[in-house]
């Protein structure tokens, strides 16, 4: 499914003129001009020679397709691509900042149509988790799109723990690598490893420059890869649906109870009454006792490379 917002345009331009500019067909109005035309021949910019005054059309006029975003404040043509890193041509324009804030709230949504508890994003706990998301056992998310291409990310329960991340590192951007980051959150590096892909098709690296976005939009503009499905998709291992928000429910509830036993353990107190989740509590927390919580809540993944698992490593 391609972005609605995406439009095609062939455009017109003079390989002999001294700066290049491309015009639009639907821009002219339906005039094809003198270019189109024998009156070509008296063109003051086209070379005099004799293949430029010779046959219907002037030999120095091209014409190719383009595409380019509606949403945009200028339009900008770029060549004309079905390549799957181009996302608007697949369900991946739900993953662009033009098309979600041209769209609003109607472009949070799955790839494909769904209804009840599935297209829908339950608060589980105060942490909020996509229905139609299949969810990792260290928090990273699975979105299996069309053209055989997923997405992937971490959930907000990751963002909330970790709050603020100083540094991402992409372990791998391109197949056959298995897709895995490095946060680097308070001076702890943390690896994650996603679930298995057929091979990586794009890594989301702008996210180097705007950080913010891995925490503070977590299922949007916080993605982290595209992969291509396997050839025989599993879902093995992963959570989704009632499944996944009885676990959420338990992980908040477990970290809750890491969190206030390692504070009362020196007098400390998170929540007067063992309350919500609190964004940045790694902040609360002396070195030694984030690194112990982050083992503890995202485990190493199993070595055996041909199981679907994921995981973390801590250092």
């Known amino acids: 499914m391609r972005c609605p917002l995406l439009r095609d345009e062939k455009v017109r331009s003079c390989r002999a003129a ?12 339906g005039e094809e001009g003198r270019c189109s035309t024998p009156a070509h021949a008296f063109c003051p910019v086209a070379p005099r020679g004799r293949e430029s005054r010779s046959g219907p059309c002037c030999p120095f006029l091209e014409e190719t397709f383009v595409q380019f975003c509606a949403a945009a404040p200028v339009p900008t043509y770029v060549p004309w691509s079905s390549s799957p890193e181009a996302r608007c041509g697949h369900d991946g324009h739900r993953f ?26 339950a608060d589980v706990e105060g942490v909020p988790a996509p229905g139609w998301l299949y969810y990792a056992e ?30 991402l590192a992409f372990l791998a951007v391109r197949a056959p690598a298995r897709p895995a980051v490095v946060l680097t959150v308070r001076g702890v590096d943390l690896t994650l490893v996603f679930p298995r892909g057929q091979g990586i098709v794009a890594a989301n690296t702008r996210l180097r420059s705007r950080l ?28 989704r649906g009632a499944a996944a928000r009885e676990w959420m429910a338990n992980e908040v ?63």
């Open 138 to 167: 260290n928090h990273a998310w699975l979105d299996p799109g069309d053209d055989d291409l997923w997405h992937l990310g971490l959930d907000a329960f990751l963002a909330r723990v970790v709050g603020s991340v100083e540094r």
């Open 253 to 315: 509830r477990r970290l809750e109870g890491l969190v206030h036993a390692c504070l009362a353990s020196r007098g400390d107190r998170l929540a007067a009454d063992g309350g919500r989740l609190v964004p940045d509590l790694l902040a609360r927390l002396e070195r030694e006792e984030a690194l112990r919580l982050l083992a503890d809540l995202f485990p190493l993944p199993d070595a055996a490379p041909d199981r679907p698992s994921a995981g973390s490593r801590i250092a």
């Open 96 to 121: 662009c900042e033009s098309f979600r804030a041209a769209a609003g709230d109607a472009g949070r949504g799955p790839a494909h149509p769904s209804t009840g508890a599935a297209a829908t994003v």
């Open 212 to 239: 913010d976005r891995l925490t503070a939009d977590p299922y949007g503009l916080g993605w982290l890869f595209t992969v291509r499905a396997p050839a025989t998709p599993s879902f093995a291992g992963l959570r």
């Open 18 to 29: 001294p700066f290049r500019k491309s015009l639009a067909r639907s821009a002219s109005g």
